[in-house]
């Protein structure tokens, strides 16, 4: 059984810079100071914080959607959840809409921790 973490953030940035951030590796990098390599077309693979983070793009929508195969690397080998990245332009701002499905039950807490702590934290001080 798996479950699900929605999200909505807004960031002091252009949907332009976020969507930057999120697929570029020395972006990535520069702003959470962990290892990244992110290669960004579709079907490309991405790899963050040495490894602890890994899988492939599904679909990239520059500036507007990233939609990941997602996974952790103490997870179970072949045990993928999908990530969804919205990005839409709110004024100065841009919102987010953040969607994970279909981790394994009892990660919840612990993926949204760590969302916030590695992600969310570090792209509010872009």
């Not at 002091?12 to 570029?24: F, G």
């Not at 991405?46 to 602890?52: A, H, L, P, Y």
């Not at 839409?88 to 701002?93: A, I, P, R």
């Amino acid at each position: 059984m798996s479950t699900t973490i929605q999200e909505k953030i807004k960031f002091n940035t252009t949907p332009e810079r976020l969507y930057q951030a999120l697929t570029d590796s020395k972006k990535f990098s520069d702003l959470t100071g962990a290892p990244a390599e992110i290669y960004s077309e579709e079907g490309g693979s991405f790899s963050c914080f040495g490894g602890m983070i890994a899988g492939r793009m599904i679909e990239l929508i520059p500036n507007k959607r990233i939609v990941q195969a997602w996974r952790a690397g103490n997870w179970d080998s072949g045990v993928y959840s999908i990530v969804n990245f919205e990005l839409f332009s709110e004024g100065e701002n841009t919102l987010l809409y953040f969607s994970h499905i279909g981790f394994p039950e009892g990660q919840g807490e612990h993926l949204k921790q760590g969302w916030e702590e590695n992600y969310w934290k570090p792209l509010k001080n872009m």
